[in-house]
């Protein structure tokens, strides 16, 4: 088998296409694969090795660059209306402990500080910072 500069064009980027199925990058590895299909195209009219590379690290970059426009950007879901969730571990004053909230575990916090509340008590999720809910104990909203 004769291994030419096109032939291993085409490998790379049929790896490199396979790498995002298995190892998600953001498509970075699937642009470079089409990248490296582009360069195999061109190869055959450009046998220069080195303007190949170039060309593929240039493909590269104006690809992965296009393509962040054509990705949605994901905004951060808003709690809407305050729902309740409830305490796996202790949350001390001014710190973090761990909430049961729509069936997942997550990061929380309470919303007054000088409050400790204790495992297995019902909150109510009153927003959102980044990954960490921010709670109230629900007998302070009942009061």
């Avoid at 970075?28 to 990248?35: C, K, T």
């Avoid at 190949?52 to 104006?62: D, E, G, K, P």
């Avoid at 296009?66 to 202790?90: H, V, W």
Wanted: proline share 6%.
């Amino acid at each position: 088998m004769i291994w030419t500069p096109t032939l291993l064009w085409l490998i790379s980027g049929a790896l490199l296409c396979l790498a995002e199925l298995f190892l998600p990058t953001a498509f970075v590895a699937f642009m470079m694969g089409l990248s490296a299909f582009a360069v195999a195209a061109v190869s055959l009219f450009l046998p220069y090795v080195n303007l190949q590379i170039f060309l593929w690290m240039v493909f590269s970059t104006v690809f992965v660059l296009a393509s962040r426009r054509l990705i949605p950007k994901g905004k951060a879901r808003a709690i809407e209306d305050d729902k309740e969730a409830k305490t796996l571990t202790e949350i001390p004053p001014g710190e973090a402990g761990r909430v049961i909230y729509e069936g997942n575990s997550w990061r929380a916090r309470c919303e007054d500080c000088g409050a400790a509340i204790p495992a297995n008590q019902n909150v109510i999720v009153v927003g959102r910072k980044g990954t960490t809910l921010i709670v109230v104990p629900e007998n302070l909203l009942n009061s």
